[in-house]
DNA sequence: CGAATTTGACCGGCGC
DNA sequence: GCGCCGGTCAAATTCG
């Protein structure tokens, strides 16, 4: 475990919205791949320490598109291709693969993310999924397909009500409607006979990372069963999907490589977990157990943060007051170092944190001020 | 031999 | 309506 761990090495991340619009999403994947090009041209990220995910970086699903990307740097932080202030999915999001890399948050006044979370139901209504305009509104948001997940007991669900109601009405019909159907088509062999397929596909809220790595699986703690493999378009790399193991648990990943750098893999989880990580990595505890951010989270990690970072989040992730989630949220994912045993000073010596406050950034920001 | 993976078919949404 | 495409299913196959 502790061997796999150490050789991936996570230098991005995005959050995707749950109803996407194909072009957005074909955009967003476009962006994604792009953003390689700026990646860690300089590392190697071969043997991380199990906490060292220091190139952390969250990246809201809707990027603004007209943003050019920036130049290509070693940095991590400068790789970003979007503009934060663009908005985007502001639901609470997935953060499993922090157990995998044994991140560390901080969430405030919050014990944990998942306390944070449970503090602040973050939850995004189709409507508001598709529009994403970047704005003023609350971070806390009503109804979400998040909801629609029956077996998700530890997130939002309260907050759904009448939207579950419909959904199990529906539910109940088409399992009626499938039985009726079953009878009459067991006959037939492969996929002739309908299934639940008739009741609209429902999505999770994703949340991707892009990881370095010789290895497209990575291991994150929980137990997954591919099913499914489909070649990509534009891309001489299939993409798998996963789906973890625990009964009841719906959590599905998928995992490609990235076309223009192969050593790059995508990894989109999407769903919460309902159970705890059956491997639990040492070290790691409470949310990080739980890859969709709201599940089975109980402990807490309340480090003190060098201050330096939170500036470095202040200006990557809250250009604007409406980021009101994303300015807290994403910034603890560049937190990890807060954990590591050993100074920020033996990372830079791995090339770890090399350029993690890079001049450019600061230009930036003064630009923008 | 059970579990996991592979793989081609199928489903459903979406754009034209 | 049709075709494309992402996602899923499930029988067949492989693996441990």
Known sequence: MDEMRQNHNIFSMMRISSVEKREEKRELERITLKTENFVMANSTFITPPPTTPSDFVHMPNVFSLSAPPPPPTSSIFDMMPCDISAGGD???????????????????????????????????????QQSFVPSTASPVLETSEVLNNPATPNSSASISSSSNEVGEDALQQVKAEDQEEEQDQDKNKKRLKPKKRSQKRLREPRFAFMTKSEVDHLDDGYRWRKYGQKAVKNSPYPRSYYRCTSAGCGVKKRVERSSDDPSIVVTTYEGQHIHPSPVTPRGSIGFLADSSGFGAATSSFVIP?????????????????????TSRFSPSFLHQEKRLESPPSLLRDHGLLQDIVPSQMIRKEAEEE
């Not at 639901?91 to 948050?105: H, P, R, T, V, Y």
């Not at 500036?311 to 980021?323: D, G, T, V």
């Open 305 to 325: 943060q060098p201050h330096e970072y939170q500036q470095q989040h202040a200006y990557l992730y809250s250009p604007s007051p409406s980021l009101s989630f």
């Open 90 to 128: 502001q639901k609470a999001g997935s953060l499993g693969f922090m157990d995998l890399l044994e991140i560390n948050q901080d969430f405030g006044a919050s014990a944990s993310l998942f306390d944070w979370f449970n503090q602040n139901p973050i939850v995004v209504s189709p409507q508001q």
